[in-house]
């Protein structure tokens, strides 16, 4: 048995990871603009074999980097300001790109993290969710080591980055979660990692759980006793024999700058489904939660002040700011996220587009990749304050069968 049995986990692993996407070098003309302006960032788009690499003006505008795209293929997933970090395809192995001023790219280091396994004869697996994180200084890589086979545990490798070359050294395992999720999430002030999983126990009955683990001085990852207190979920009042008690599943999780915290969750009974499976009932809503010293994570959030995530499961990012938190899914939102107390709605944007993933620099650009409803594959760029949102000259882009996106801030 596999960790994606159901379908909520399994959307939220196609929403994340993408497809392998192509596009011709001439294809990348469209992007290009005249602009004097010294660059804020540089945008990477992996597209099947190759990577298309931007420069993002001011304004958001996106101007190919030269010699973009570059050949190589990865399901980008991280940077540090040197170096992009990604895997390669249908594997599980960790490749680095050193990343010039200009964003070119030039191939750094390889490592296979099966060397690794903290159980081996539990071999780990690309297609049951694949993860990895830096934490904010760039020091250290966390990667989600997912086993292929059920009952085995999930796993999370520490690294150490040598940003003279690219390699990563390990450092150690931590955990031994039993259908531990992929997702890896650093509290703003780097001293805790949590990952959210909503996996299957026994049959098709998920069972809610955020694991949280303290990053040592050294880098390394250690478990706790510390825990994430969920809100109660209301009764399940569809099911046909009556109303039944349920309980809230986490997905999607981001984290603010300081100590605040906000996750996705969905509420599942285990009787209503109609075979004993249970199902998930009521909208997708949003909980804040507020971390303690040593990483407990307590909400005040309930079903009654919670706000709903209309775009349903999907991938959540917090500005660099902290005062705005968008969503994807079937969708586009940005809320208004104040800390420990409940998101307030701000906007609705791309309400007939699927979103598979979000990010934002530090200028206050947001970046949307996802596909239309009419099939097409696109960028969306936005910059977002807590007063105005505005698309980016040139917005949106077409860019067929993009899969994975990296946003590194510049100087």
């Known amino acids: 048995m596999t960790h994606c049995i159901r379908l909520g986990v399994c959307l939220v692993a196609v929403l994340a990871g993408g497809s392998a996407w192509a596009q011709t070098a001439d294809q990348s003309d469209e992007v290009t603009a005249e602009t004097t302006a010294a660059p804020i960032a540089h945008v990477f788009v992996s597209n099947g074999s190759k990577i298309l690499a931007f420069s993002a003006a001011p304004n958001g505008k996106l101007t190919a980097v030269a010699g973009s795209p570059f050949n190589y293929n990865l399901s980008l997933m991280g940077e540090n300001g040197h170096y992009l ?71 999370y490798q520490s690294f150490k980055i040598d940003d003279a070359n690219g390699e990563l050294t390990f450092l150690n395992n931590a955990g031994a979660i039993l259908l531990g999720g992929a997702s890896l999430n650093i509290l703003g002030n780097n001293k805790f990692v949590y990952t959210p999983s909503c996996g299957a126990a026994y049959g098709n009955s998920p069972y809610p759980y955020v694991g949280v683990f303290e990053r040592l001085s050294n880098g390394e990852l250690a478990t706790t006793n510390s825990g994430v207190g969920l809100p109660p979920a209301p009764m399940d009042t569809t099911y046909p024999g009556g109303a039944v008690p349920g309980y809230y599943c986490p997905f999607s999780m981001a984290t603010d700058p300081t100590d605040h915290a906000a996750i996705e969750l969905n509420a599942f009974d285990n009787i209503g489904g109609g075979d004993g499976e249970g199902r998930f009932y009521g909208p997708v809503v949003i909980a804040t939660f507020t971390a303690d010293s040593k990483g407990n994570l307590t909400t005040t959030s309930t079903d009654k002040n919670m706000a709903v995530a209309e775009t349903g499961v999907g991938p959540m990012r917090m500005s660099l700011s902290g005062k705005l938190l968008a969503i994807g899914g079937t969708g586009l939102e940005i809320f208004h996220f104040n800390g ?57 882009y077409a860019i067929p069968n993009a899969g994975s996106m990296v946003v590194q801030s510049l100087p």
Not at 93 to 106: C, D, E, F, V
Not at 138 to 153: E, I, R, S, W
Not at 368 to 382: D, F, I, P, Q
């Open 85 to 155: 970090f990604g895997f390669q395809p249908s594997s599980v192995i960790i490749q680095s790109l050193a990343m010039a001023s200009n964003g070119a790219l030039k191939k750094g280091a390889t490592l296979n993290t099966a060397e690794y396994n903290a159980v081996s004869d539990c071999a780990l697996t690309y297609w049951n969710g694949q993860r990895l994180r830096v934490d904010h200084t760039g020091a250290d890589l966390y990667n989600a080591a997912v086993p292929a086979d059920f009952p085995c545990d999930t796993s």
């Open 340 to 396: 420990g107390s409940p998101v307030t709605k701000y906007n609705t944007l791309l309400n007939t587009d699927s979103i598979g993933t979000i990010l934002w620099d530090d200028s206050n650009h947001l970046y949307a990749l996802g596909s239309t409803a009419k099939g097409a594959t696109e960028l969306w760029v936005y910059t977002v304050t807590p007063t105005s949102v505005t698309e980016a000259p040139g917005s949106p």
